[in-house]
């Protein structure tokens, strides 16, 4: 092979280059685990297969670091979970009033119309609330340390919910820290004996003295400053190392997640995809007395930067310009130019548009394969997509007329044909495509 496999590198430092976060480990959230709740993920460690076990270290490398993308991901997984599994597990959101049990609630719910009302003032939850996130049931509750005659139902009402769930996330305020009414609540809490999560919610405003305040909240709960995991539930900075946790202790929900991120991967490639693809239909507008590819190689080699780090692979932009280049698709779409032109019929900027975008589009597919499997695609498949990629553009570019159009009148047309293709949702076409022309399907 021309290139060996790149070293691995986290998803996350790429998403928020400002927050340089590590994915966690195995071992790293066995730490975050509060005493009690490391027995749990003992047993359901050693109650998996050796392929659900790989499935969970998979996870682990590439949940998404941000609450939208986390959604998508947990949105395609639903699917699997529904199919393979029946009884979802309950995940209760428990602790003191107005530490932002609600807006974590919202974070997971998947429809508007089931989000908790939210609000500054305490006591804006008076009554449990449930939702079907796709993955597991979460409950949101009301604050269990009120007092008087309405507190009093309302810390039952949060009791009662967290004695009937699977898993407790147990949320304090980094602002309130931890004082005895709400080590009281905890030590009730725990007394359920239900494996539990602690996050310590609103970090954001004490980011100077995140360290100290998570350290005293520690020492407070008795446990160490690592398992009481720092939360901005408003943003979502923070969910993905909960749903670790989470799914560390649900052996369900981790298999769900495994089966759903190779699709998550796909559609964030595809963006990628498509964005370089309309730019690269503009581009092929210069006049040209042939179609030149060469100011193509900057917009598809960032697109290749891109896919890699997706894929969880570090690589600078002159490796990603040198695997551009090693594909040869500047070459067959110079070829494939010249063999259409002679055909006549079409205008030049129709076929120099086409072109571009199919040879963009299989680069990126190309790259993707690259990075998911280390195999490089024949020069055979290469051309078989890129010409079957062109003639559909030729299609869909017909209606724009003879006269060259707008950039920005060809670029959303790009677009919008590469998001109603079927490949938005899936890249089985394409990987069908390439076995229907291979001369040993076998193979």
Not at 307 to 326: D, F, G, M, P, S
Request: hydrophobic share 45%; glycine share 6%.
């Amino acid at each position: 092979m021309i290139f060996k496999r790149l070293h691995h590198t986290p998803f996350l430092a790429f998403v928020i280059p400002f927050n340089p976060l590590t994915m966690p480990t195995l071992q790293d959230i066995f730490r975050k685990l509060p005493p009690e709740t490391r027995d749990v993920f003992r047993i359901v460690w050693e109650s998996l297969s050796p392929a659900d076990r790989s499935t969970l270290q998979a996870l682990l490398g590439g949940l998404p670091p941000d609450a939208n993308l986390l959604r998508l991901l947990m949105r395609l997984s639903a699917h699997q979970f529904r199919t393979a599994f029946g009884q979802k597990s309950r995940i209760a959101i428990v602790g003191p009033a107005n530490v932002g049990k609600s807006t974590l609630y919202n974070q997971f719910v998947q429809q508007k119309n089931e989000r908790a009302e939210v609000g500054p003032l305490p006591g804006t939850t008076r009554a449990n609330q449930e939702a079907d996130t796709g993955l597991f049931h979460v409950v949101d509750t009301p604050g269990a340390d009120a007092v008087g005659q309405v507190g009093e139902r309302e810390r039952e009402e949060a009791l009662t919910a967290a004695a009937a769930a699977d898993v407790l996330i147990i949320v304090f305020d980094a602002i309130q820290g931890i004082k005895q009414t709400e080590l009281d609540l905890y030590q009730r809490l725990k007394a359920l004996n239900k494996p539990y999560i602690v996050v310590m919610n609103k970090m954001d405003l004490v980011r100077r003295q995140s360290a100290a305040v998570i350290a005293r909240a520690a020492q407070n709960l008795g446990l160490e400053s690592a398992q009481v995991l720092p939360l901005v539930a408003k943003s979502g900075e923070g969910l993905p190392q909960i749903l670790a946790a989470i799914a560390a202790l649900q052996p369900e929900i981790t298999a769900a997640l495994g089966q759903g991120l190779p699709h998550y991967r796909w559609q964030l490639a595809w963006r990628s995809i498509v964005s370089a693809a309309s730019v690269s239909a503009v581009i092929a507008l210069t006049p040209l007395p042939m179609i030149d590819f060469a100011p193509l190689i900057v917009t598809q080699s960032v697109m290749v930067l891109g896919i890699a780090r997706i894929y969880n692979y570090r690589i600078t932009l002159e490796r990603a310009r040198e695997l551009a280049a090693t594909f040869g698709l500047g070459l067959l779409g110079r070829t494939l130019f010249g063999e259409l032109s002679k055909l006549g019929g079409l205008p030049g900027w129709l076929l120099a548009a086409a072109i571009a975008s199919s040879v963009t589009v299989v680069m990126g597919y190309a790259a993707v394969i690259w990075f998911e499997r280390g195999e490089k695609l024949s020069a055979a498949s290469l051309q078989n997509l890129t010409q079957s990629l062109t003639a559909m553009f030729l299609e869909s570019l017909r209606g724009l007329g003879r006269r060259q159009p707008g950039k920005t009148s060809l670029q959303q047309r790009i677009q919008q044909v590469l998001n109603q293709s079927p490949l938005a949702e899936n890249r089985s076409l394409l990987d069908d495509h390439l076995k229907d022309q291979s001369p040993n399907p076998g193979e």
